[in-house]
């Protein structure tokens, strides 16, 4: 294997682990105990539904707030929410 091939494969294994710790972080996912699997693939299906649309919103707003303070924000605030919605 090459230098640019072991450094392709690296990266890509960082980006997922990188999408699983914030989707951890983030939503709490390790803390999840829904047994059905449906449901399982459902939650994890929104999860990353929704933080697609903050990281969309972030880039095309070129915000510069952290990814769990636009959430709270959202939650606290439903104008808010419908900006992120509505933004991209």
Known sequence: MTAEELLYHARK???VETMHWLLD???EEDFCRAE???I???LIMFRK???NIIK???ST???KKAISKVIFDCL???TSLLKVIYEN
């Open 49 to 51: 539904f929704a933080l």
């Open 76 to 78: 606290l605030d439903c």
């Open 13 to 15: 294994e960082w980006s």
């Open 36 to 38: 059905d699997k449906n």
């Open 56 to 58: 969309q919103c972030k």
């Open 25 to 27: 972080v983030h939503f």
């Open 40 to 42: 399982q693939q459902n």
């Open 61 to 63: 707003s070129k915000s």
